[in-house]
């Protein structure tokens, strides 16, 4: 279930920048041999897209659909003439209209939409008897659209701005990273240095109600169990993940540079 990062991320910014390549998956041919095999083996069984909540809450996101469009984009793609028919859904083509050309794909094939649509929840792969990977692809075509083109929701601009600024996507402030340890017996690191573990928290379990009392209940059971643990509190860094999954792997990096 790991995202790859992308490998020597400066190089390789050069490069694109350079006209070299890109920064995520702008063509086809810029995905895995292995998310090009999955198109192909889809079983077109369709179990991926009942409990998809994308899907269940009305999004065009449909991942039996979108295997079968991107198959229809790569046997369009290697026709000998580089021409022909398109059946693919979301080309922006009616079905069975000459083409000049294979439309884009991120963007065009898979809609902007659509990418964005996807929780990456893994559920559909979960589910799927031959074991297709979505979420990869996904992450693929989401790093080209924000390091490459900046197109992406207005509303994710507060979280990266949130994640650069104060290290977490809701953008509170750093200082209130320790704020749920009042009323408990959790050392910080700075306090006690000697502690055998350190409780890594994450931007969910320092600030989110919810997962507050988690952290809580977790640091309950250390304590009962004996273990000498510590907490980075306001000195944590957010993981990446957020930046990662939507896209943004520059960022990404910052963060886990940062947090190790």
Not at 165 to 176: E, M, T
Request: hydrophobic share 35%; aromatic share 6%.
């Amino acid at each position: 279930g790991r995202l790859e990062p992308i490998a020597d991320m400066e190089a390789t910014m050069e490069k694109a920048l350079e006209g070299e390549g890109s920064l995520g998956a702008a063509r086809v041919e810029d995905l895995s041999w292995k998310a090009l095999l999955d198109v192909y083996t889809c079983t077109e069984c369709g179990r991926c897209v009942p409990q998809c909540p994308a899907n269940a809450t009305g999004k065009p996101l449909a991942v039996r659909t979108l295997n079968i469009d991107i198959r229809r984009h790569l046997e369009e793609k290697n026709r000998p003439d580089g021409k022909g028919k398109s059946g693919a859904a979301h080309d922006g083509h009616a079905a069975g209209q000459e083409t000049e050309a294979p439309p884009a794909f991120t963007g065009g094939v898979v809609p902007d939409e659509t990418i964005w649509s996807c929780t990456l929840c893994r559920d559909c792969e979960e589910r799927c008897p031959v074991l297709i990977e979505n979420v990869p692809r996904m992450v693929e075509m989401r790093r080209y659209l924000t390091l490459m083109e900046s197109r992406f929701p207005s509303e994710l601009t507060r979280v990266f701005n949130g994640l650069e600024r104060q290290s977490n996507p809701w953008g509170i402030a750093r200082a209130d990273r320790g704020q749920w340890l009042q009323g408990t017996e959790v050392k910080r690191l700075s306090d006690d240095p000697e502690v055998e573990y350190l409780f890594f928290v994450g931007c969910m379990g320092s600030y989110d109600d919810r997962s507050i009392r988690t952290s809580k209940a977790l640091a309950a059971i250390l304590k009962a169990a004996g273990v000498r643990f510590g907490v980075l509190a306001e000195a944590e860094n957010c993981n990446g993940a957020p930046a990662r999954r939507l896209g943004t792997e520059y960022l990404a990096q910052m963060l886990i540079s940062a947090t190790v």
